[in-house]
């Protein structure tokens, strides 16, 4: 058995939590998630997660089509990934996240990507969101009470996953 790396440094030192529970969207490494080698790509790890992430939200009634007629958009502000172990093609995994931190507009999430029997750590990660005014292209002020609503019942916990 290979030795883990440790979690990065932000990832390591992570904030109260508001939700403990994990929300899990399992993925399988499909041919055109790898490279030459059969190995999962890199930003193949960041679209799963993506795609978790809009999976957990919508699990608790916000959609992104709802976001965006809100006139609410959450791009990527910071990005941290560690690469404990690859995935190959074929292999199945679970995408686990939670919110972590909401304070203002700002909204971190956490993940980890790891073997549907957690015997295996593949990725560590913590993406950082912020609210933007679709229209006016700025950071709101506040996020739309429908979105703060939405996220007060993530940071409920809850079965999820």
Aim: charge should be negative; hydrophobic fraction near 40%.
């Amino acid at each position: 058995m290979q030795p883990q790396l440790p979690p990065t440094e932000a990832i390591q030192n992570l904030p109260t939590l508001l939700s403990e529970s994990w929300f899990e969207y399992p993925v399988r490494a499909q041919p055109h998630h790898t490279d030459y080698a059969g190995v999962v790509w890199h930003g193949t790890y960041v679209a799963w997660m993506e795609e978790a992430r809009m999976e957990c939200l919508r699990s608790i009634g916000v959609s992104f089509v709802d976001l965006v007629a809100l006139g609410c958009e959450l791009p990527v502000v910071e990005l941290s990934i560690r690469y404990h172990r690859p995935v190959q093609m074929g292999m199945a995994a679970i995408v686990k996240t939670r919110m972590t931190q909401s304070e203002g507009v700002r909204i971190v999430w956490d993940y980890q990507i790891q073997s549907p029997d957690a015997q295996e750590l593949y990725i560590t990660a913590q993406v950082t969101l912020v609210a933007i005014d679709r229209e006016k292209g700025k950071i709101m002020r506040q996020l739309p009470s429908a979105v703060k609503d939405a996220l007060a019942r993530l940071a409920g916990g809850g079965d999820r996953g």
